[in-house]
């Protein structure tokens, strides 16, 4: 129960501040709201900072940036758009999971039925393709502006790095997601890509030093891809695997450190 000079102070605070601001006074001061809020509203540069850094989705966002750091014309926001594609790209493939079986028997007929027989199975498949084939080309874009605006100099260098590795991993997703619709387009261009393999410098059967160290049609990188000496169910379970599985764990590791690491270099940087 309230003592005699907490009512006062009570009767003080009305006095002040009137009945909704004494209210809104006891609820900003209160132990639950401090727990949730630990910073005042007031708008200044420090609360404006507090806001960022404790909030748990906004602090993947820096306090500060400098001025030209999120001016279209400087980065295209290709990396960004690169990235939220990237989520697109996580939502619908987790909901094409749902339709889809990685053998040779059913893969071809569950993209004709998720056409077809699902509602809106064909604005999800095209989410899907369209939002995979755009990844490709704005990652590209997005090298692109890094280079033309030296981003890759000391001391981003390392992060350029990272940036290549992203680069290649797209490309992978984009290459195994081709064959799951098991469709002429997909298998023909997954036959002639793989076929490339055989090439490789000493693991591929036909690459320099291959013969050298041992490699055959049957023990060499090209049948590790496909799980046997031609495209069929294997490569089909295979490109499945690393496509919903394990490139999505790799590259997210890798974008997490990319992001990071912008952060650690002193943010985006400045003009050339
Ligand atoms: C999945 C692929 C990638 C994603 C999601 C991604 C994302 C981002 C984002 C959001 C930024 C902040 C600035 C901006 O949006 O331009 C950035 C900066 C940067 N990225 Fe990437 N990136 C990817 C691939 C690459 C590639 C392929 C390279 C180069 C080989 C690269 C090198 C860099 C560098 C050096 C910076 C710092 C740029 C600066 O400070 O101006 N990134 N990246």
């Known amino acids: 129960m309230a ?26 001061n209160s132990q639950v709201w401090r727990s949730f809020f630990r910073h005042g509203l007031e708008d200044t540069s420090k609360t404006r900072m507090q806001t960022i850094i404790s909030n748990v989705f906004l602090h993947v966002h820096p306090a500060k940036v400098k001025r030209h750091a999120p001016l279209f014309k400087f980065t295209w926001c290709m990396g960004g758009i690169t990235f939220f594609l990237f989520l697109v ?4 493939g987790v909901f094409l999971m749902f339709y889809y079986h ?13 056409e077809y027989h ?3 199975g064909l604005l999800l498949r095209n989410l899907h393709r369209w939002g995979a084939h755009l990844m490709v080309i704005t990652v590209w874009f997005h090298l692109f502006r890094v280079f033309m605006t030296g981003s890759y100099k000391p001391p981003r260098e390392f992060n350029w790095g990272i940036g290549v590795v992203l680069l290649m991993l797209t ?18 261009a997954v036959t002639v890509g793989t076929n490339m393999a055989r090439a490789t410098p000493i693991l591929g059967h036909e690459g320099p030093f291959g013969e050298m160290f041992g490699m055959t049609a049957y023990n060499d990188i090209r049948f590790a891809i496909l799980g046997g000496s031609m495209v ?15 490139i999505p764990l790799i590259i997210s ?10 952060r650690k270099d002193g943010g985006i940087s400045g003009k050339l």
């Open 3 to 28: 003592n005699k000079t907490d009512k006062k102070k009570l009767r003080d605070l009305v006095k002040e501040k009137g009945v909704s601001g004494a209210i809104k006074d006891f609820i900003v």
């Open 89 to 92: 790209l996580t939502v619908t």
């Open 102 to 114: 990685p053998n040779t028997r059913d893969a071809y007929w569950d993209m004709k039925g998720l």
């Open 118 to 120: 699902v509602p809106f």
């Open 171 to 188: 490309l992978l997703l984009s290459f195994t997601g081709y064959l799951l619709p098991w469709d002429q387009l997909g298998f023909w």
């Open 232 to 246: 069929g169910g294997n490569a089909l379970l295979r490109a499945y695997i690393w496509h919903c599985i394990g």
């Open 253 to 262: 590791i890798f974008m997490i450190v990319h992001f990071w690491r912008i």
